[in-house]
């Protein structure tokens, strides 16, 4: 069995940036699909629902990498108590 990928914690190529997102027990962020286009995200700590637009529901995590930007989501939640951590990571933009 491997680790979990540890987004946070490891340096970041001068190509990439990383963005992390806290959430706090029992709340939520509207999803805004711009905020995740060509990041890999991942679970750092905590759990996820990723709510969908067709009233769905998946629940993911700490360790699990997503691709946000594909799925049709209406907002992501933290469905536990504890702090959720996103982190996220994708090529700089030439503005960033």
Request: proline share 11%; net charge negative.
């Amino acid at each position: 069995m491997t680790d979990p990928l540890d987004l946070a914690g490891r340096p970041v190529p001068p190509w990439a940036e990383r963005r992390v997102v806290v959430i706090e027990g029992g709340s939520s962020l509207p999803y805004v699909p711009s905020d995740w286009t060509g990041a890999l995200v991942s679970v750092e700590a905590g759990e996820v629902d990723l709510a969908c637009t067709h009233g769905g529901r998946r629940r993911f995590s700490a360790g699990a990498l997503l691709p946000l930007e594909i799925l049709p989501l209406e907002a992501i939640e933290n469905p536990g108590i504890d702090p959720l951590v996103l982190v996220s990571i994708r090529r700089r933009t030439p503005t960033s």
